[in-house]
């Protein structure tokens, strides 16, 4: 399943700068549009992997992981 995202991206001088709405935190600024949208993937990648992580780890063991969809 393919998971979208919200980028809310915006010039601000010679730069680009923009975030993820849905994942505080997941914030860029780059030289032009195209390499923020792929710097924004980049890192909401490894956020999510991040939290992941740190979900499980908190878990300890016999977890279960369920998908939800809202």
Do not use: H
């Not at 490894?46 to 279960?64: C, D, I, P, S, V």
């Amino acid at each position: 399943m393919k998971q979208t995202f919200t980028a809310v991206v915006k010039q601000e001088g010679d730069s680009w700068i923009g975030w993820i709405e849905e994942v505080p935190g997941v914030n860029c600024q780059e030289s032009t549009r195209e390499e923020l949208l792929e710097t924004l993937r980049i890192c909401l990648a490894e956020a999510l992997e991040f939290n992941r992580q740190e979900a499980r780890g908190a878990a300890g063991k016999g977890y279960e992981e369920l998908e939800i969809a809202v």
